[in-house]
């Protein structure tokens, strides 16, 4: 049964900082692009953060470069995203996704919530 499930989500003050873990089980993880989305009520659902199957170069939107840095460790089938310099406009549904790098198949989480505000 394949898994995504994500954790660390929660209440922070702007500035602050959060870091969020996604899990994965049931497939090779790494054998999987991993990344996180984010949406905001309201909003699409965007592209946050890019990590390559076996690590390297990283890719991030726009407005998180700098702050953001997103990390695998493929022996505990884990991503996660470190989230520094947060401010309000970082707050939205946060969702871990897994794509294999070369078959079409992709996998959600269930996304963790993560809020900035004072």
């Known amino acids: 049964q394949v898994q995504l499930v994500e954790s660390g989500g929660g209440l922070v003050q702007p500035g602050g900082s959060m870091r969020l873990s996604c899990a994965a089980s049931g497939f090779t993880f790494s054998n999987y692009v991993m990344s996180w989305y984010r949406q905001a009520p309201g909003k699409e659902r965007e592209l946050v953060a890019v990590?390559?199957?076996?690590?390297?170069?990283?890719n991030y939107a726009d407005s998180v470069k700098g702050r953001f840095t997103i990390s695998r460790d493929n022996a505990k089938s884990t991503v996660y995203l470190q989230m520094n310099s947060l401010k309000p406009e970082d707050t939205a549904m946060y969702y871990c996704?897994?794509?294999?790098?070369?078959?079409?198949?992709?996998?959600w989480g269930q996304g963790t919530q993560v809020t900035v505000s004072s």
């Open positions: 990590i390559p199957r076996l690590g390297g170069s990283t």
């Open positions: 996704n897994a794509r294999h790098f070369l078959r079409p198949v992709t996998y």
